[in-house]
């Protein structure tokens, strides 16, 4: 089951219309070291975990050697457990968060890549900048010295309704589009879950992150 919702989805995320490829990033959080070793065996190749705790517990066990997304709530004082193993820190939600991973990434000597998180619809219930605030958190993040700016990460409001969620996504590939004319650095726009990817992508989203599409149901009970 894991293994055909995998080669489906990815054949279905293909491209979105603006000619790029969709990556799609498994995200774990709950599932199990056999599931996730699963998925990453029938093509996953991206894998973003939540839960720094989670991520500690299941780093040696995870085979295949996917790329490692953060894309979960980030405590400052747990980012040196993630120094150096992550490939995007796509949940940069404030300054201070980016600070931390700079500094903890330049005492490595390793520079890390990471996105903006923004907080498209405005609520209160969920972390980012606001998207009025997306250019100066750019170049205020530009300005340390080992953190660098690949996109943007965004999470849609929970509703079904396409003409409050269009608009908001295409406001958010705008927004990538003119990041990206400044700085070719730039090439994520992380955004669309289970619910939403196919309208994100549509948007010019080209990166989404899928997790019961492709698990099913979260095992809460079973690991938090
Ligand atoms: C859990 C999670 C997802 C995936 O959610 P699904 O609806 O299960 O696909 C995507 N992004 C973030 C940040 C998440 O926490």
């Known amino acids: ?8 989805l990815l054949k279905e995320a293909g491209e979105n219309p603006f000619g790029e490829k969709v990556t799609v990033v498994a995200a774990v959080k709950t599932q199990t070291v056999e599931d996730i070793n699963r998925a990453i065996a029938a093509g996953i190749t991206d894998i973003g975990d939540n839960h720094v705790q989670e991520f500690r517990d299941k780093y040696g066990a995870i085979e295949g050697a996917p790329r490692r997304h953060f894309i979960g709530h980030l405590q400052t004082n747990k980012v040196k457990y993630l120094i150096g193993k992550t490939y995007l820190y796509q949940s940069v939600d404030r300054m201070e968060l980016a600070e931390e ?3 903890r990434s330049e005492r490595a000597g390793i520079v890390s890549d990471c996105l903006i998180q923004i907080n498209i619809g405005n609520e209160e219930t969920k972390g980012g900048f606001d998207y009025s605030d997306g250019v100066a958190a750019y ?3 530009c300005a340390l010295p080992a953190l660098k700016v690949r996109g943007l990460m965004a ?13 908001l996504a295409k406001k958010m590939r705008t927004l990538y589009e003119e990041l990206r004319a400044k700085d070719d650095g730039i090439k994520y726009l992380s955004m669309g879950m289970s619910g939403d990817w196919k309208l994100c992508t549509e948007c010019g989203s080209n990166m989404i992150r899928l997790g019961t599409s492709i698990f099913g149901p979260r095992h809460y009970n079973a690991i938090r």
């Open 1 to 8: 089951m894991i293994e055909e919702n995998v080669k489906r």
């Open 101 to 103: 991973i700079s500094k």
């Open 139 to 141: 170049k205020n993040i």
């Open 155 to 167: 999470m849609l409001p929970f509703t079904d309704d396409e003409s409050v969620l269009r608009p």
